[in-house]
């Protein structure tokens, strides 16, 4: 019974970071209609805000909270300077995007002598609960995932910016002609992704070994993830983002962990090929 309560839970842990994921992801790819391929460095880059402040000797809380504000900046100094003169020209917008995330992944390399390193839990110890004991800082993770997810949906669903973001979706000639800056909306949008992509990798470093390539697995699954769960919707890239982490780090308890990815694969396209639009889509015009 504990073994399978800690598979659940390992499960749900990172599932909870998926989303974040998937979610950063999924908003700009509906918002500018490409796909961000410097969202694992992204990841990277909040992991690396929290492994300064682990050898500065400032508090780890302190890095969890400043990596998603240290990553919306670098997105939004991004988007502004580079990103945004190639929208006409998605292809090359994300090889653009490619290109930029190569740049981050090798100076973060260089800077840490493309080491493993090993960020302690802000949170250290268990909590039992007769024979089951499950980490606090994994607790932490997904309760944190669960505000954000929240915060983020009624910020897109229940706010004026937020209603201004979905004019932008719909229809931006439009939104333009009714006085949006369809232009800040999408800096605003791009740090916003880039800020659930920074946080996630501030919480999913103390779990791991940190390096230079940590953000290349979470990106392609999220790039599954999109693609199932529908580009155009909040709700799709959450339900993407679950199922995608559901079976990345639930099937390889039960199967070769190298088959296990093979079978993430082939699950997420044979779902995308019956559905093409996604689960839950809902393309811009």
């Excluded at 493309?114 to 800082?137: A, H, N, Q, T």
């Excluded at 909306?185 to 996630?200: E, R």
């Excluded at 339900?239 to 199967?255: E, H, K, Q």
Aim: charged share 10%; aromatic share 10%; with cysteine.
């Amino acid at each position: 019974m504990e073994g399978a309560f800690q598979i659940i839970f390992n499960v749900l842990c990172y599932t909870s970071i998926m989303i974040l994921v998937v979610l950063g992801l999924g908003v700009i790819a509906s918002m500018m209609g490409i796909f961000n391929f410097a969202h694992g460095e992204f990841i990277l880059l909040g992991g690396y805000t929290l492994y300064l402040f682990h050898i500065w000797g400032l508090p780890l809380w302190f890095g969890i909270v400043a990596a998603p504000f240290v990553v919306a900046i670098v997105g939004v100094v991004l988007e502004r300077t580079i990103i945004r003169r190639f929208y006409a020209a998605p292809i090359v917008a994300m090889l653009g995007t490619y290109a930029i995330g190569v740049i981050i992944r090798e100076t973060v390399r260089g800077l840490i002598d493309g080491l493993y390193l090993r960020v302690p839990e802000p949170l250290v110890g268990m909590f039992v609960v007769g024979d089951i004991s499950v980490s606090k800082w994994r607790v932490a993770a997904i309760l944190m995932t669960i505000l954000v997810v929240t915060i983020s949906y009624l910020l897109l669903n229940r706010t004026s910016f937020g209603l201004r973001v979905r004019a932008s979706l719909e229809n931006p000639e439009l939104a333009r002609a009714s006085g949006i800056s369809t232009s800040r909306i999408y800096a605003a949008t791009f740090g916003f992704g880039a800020a659930l992509a920074g946080l996630a990798g501030a919480i999913i470093t103390p779990l791991m070994m940190f390096n230079a390539d940590m953000g290349l697995r979470f990106v392609i699954q999220g790039f599954l993830a999109v693609m199932l769960g529908g580009i155009g919707t909040f709700e799709g890239s959450a339900v993407g983002g679950a199922l995608i982490g559901a079976m990345a780090s639930g099937l390889p308890y039960m199967v070769n962990p190298i088959l296990a990815d093979v079978l993430v694969f082939v699950v997420a396209i044979v779902l995308v090929k019956l559905k093409p639009s996604g689960l839950l889509s809902k393309w811009r015009a």
